[in-house]
Structures are given as structure tokens and as C-alpha cells.
């Protein structure tokens, strides 16, 4: 299996729910990151987490990491239709410099 | 501010043509990365780039893929002699600097769909 692993692979859930997503890794990193994508477009910066860092927030977003179990989760509170999208993790492996490696993604449908 | 700038947004070519994508990095970023996307499936990285050097294309595959960062231009990731199986998107994506541990998320661009028919 390979770096960032993102669990799970769909997620359908109701506007007003809230959506968490996992991550997996298995080397250590210097940093986590979440990207969303919506379809046939580009990838958006969510947040970045360090791997000294526990927890962040960021509007309707929380993310945790957690280095012993090598995994993270991004919640999406009070979720809306226009959050219907893609979610990818990417590490930032501590000697790779800045190259990241991406999971294969948690499709995200949020149902009006 | 424009964001980072990818070009053409589709790209067709015949088998054993050539594709040059290219991409403009944000304002103030010297920092070029350049990732694969097949379908249904995660971004792949590809190769980094800062102006005029080549710091890593460990994702590059040996034959007919070159990328380069001149001092003045777009980036330009060059695929020889396509074949069906480059059919992607490509995406592109800059940072400001790094501290050689990228502290820093990065601006993608909207990506070049390349399909070889």
C-alpha cells in the first residue's frame, strides 16, 4: 500500500453532517497536509500540519495528527453542498525536501 | 495576484507526437513542482525544479519526459513521442521558498488534461 492512504474511499453523507476522513502513512514526516479537488479542476490548499503539532483548525475544519499511529482525519463540521469534492492527504517526508506524496483520495458528496 | 498559470488546459496530440505544458509559477515562488494525475487515482510527483536547476526528478520517467525552469519563462515539462498511455492531467504547483522541509502548502495550478489518441 502506499504513502497517505485515505480511508474512506467515498463518503455520502447529508448537508448539516459532519464528514471525517482518515489518513495513513508509513514513513515519518515533517509535515500532513489536506488539499480538496473538485472534478476536472486544480488542487486547494486546506491546512498544514507539522509533525510536532497535535490538532488544528481552520473554519469548519479540524485536523489531528497522530505520529505514533502514523494516520490524521480531517473533520468537516455542519457540511454543505459546495463541499462535495475530493480530499487528498499529502506527507512531506523530513529528508525528501519539499516533495509531497498524495493518497488516492476520499470522494466527499454532500446531499442538499 | 495571479495564481500559479497552466497552459494549454487541454491538450490532444496523436501517438508519437510531441507535448510541451507549460506553467507560470505564482508571483514571488521560485520553487516549480510538477505532479501526474491518472483518473480516479492520487497525484503522483513527477519532478522539482527552482530556476535553472533540476533539484529533484526522482518521478520523472528515464525516457521522453524533460521538464527545465529558465531564468526567464514558464516551466516546461516536454513529453517526446507520446503514447496513449500519457494520458493524464498534469498539474503544477509552486511554493515561495522551503526550509528544505516544506513548511509551506503549495499553489496548484488547474492543470493541463493531455490526451494522445
Known amino acids: 500500500s502506499q504513502q497517505g492512504e485515505e480511508d474512506p474511499q467515498a463518503l455520502s453523507i447529508q448537508e448539516g453532517e459532519n464528514a471525517t476522513m482518515n489518513c495513513s502513512y508509513k514513513t515519518s514526516i515533517n509535515n500532513l497536509q489536506w488539499y480538496r479537488q473538485n472534478s476536472g479542476r486544480g488542487l486547494v490548499h486546506l491546512i498544514l500540519i507539522r509533525s510536532n503539532e497535535r490538532e488544528k483548525h481552520s473554519g469548519r475544519l479540524r485536523v489531528t495528527l497522530d505520529t505514533s499511529k502514523k494516520s490524521s482525519s480531517l473533520l468537516i463540521t455542519a457540511s454543505r453542498a459546495a463541499d462535495t469534492a475530493s480530499y487528498f492527504c499529502?506527507?512531506?517526508?523530513?529528508?525528501?525536501?519539499?516533495?509531497?506524496?498524495f493518497g488516492e483520495g476520499t470522494q466527499l458528496t454532500v446531499n442538499p | 495576484n495571479a495564481g500559479v498559470m497552466q497552459n494549454p488546459r487541454h491538450l490532444v496530440r496523436r501517438r508519437g507526437q510531441e507535448a510541451r505544458l507549460r506553467c507560470s509559477p505564482m508571483?514571488?515562488?521560485?520553487?516549480v513542482y510538477w505532479y501526474r494525475q491518472l483518473p480516479e487515482e492520487g497525484l503522483k510527483f513527477m519532478v522539482y525544479l527552482q530556476k535553472e536547476n533540476i533539484i529533484d526528478e526522482s518521478g520523472m520517467p528515464k525516457e521522453r519526459f524533460s521538464a527545465e525552469f529558465p531564468k526567464e519563462g514558464p516551466s516546461i515539462l516536454r513529453i517526446q513521442q507520446v503514447v496513449r498511455g500519457d494520458s493524464a492531467a498534469y498539474f503544477c504547483?509552486?511554493?515561495?521558498?522551503?526550509?528544505?522541509?516544506?513548511?509551506?502548502?503549495?499553489?496548484f495550478g488547474s492543470g493541463t488534461r493531455l490526451t494522445v489518441v
Open positions: 504547483a509552486s511554493s515561495p521558498r522551503t526550509s528544505g522541509q516544506g513548511i509551506y502548502g503549495y499553489t
Open positions: 499529502a506527507t512531506s517526508k523530513e529528508t525528501s525536501g519539499s516533495r509531497l506524496t
Open positions: 508571483k514571488g515562488h521560485s520553487h
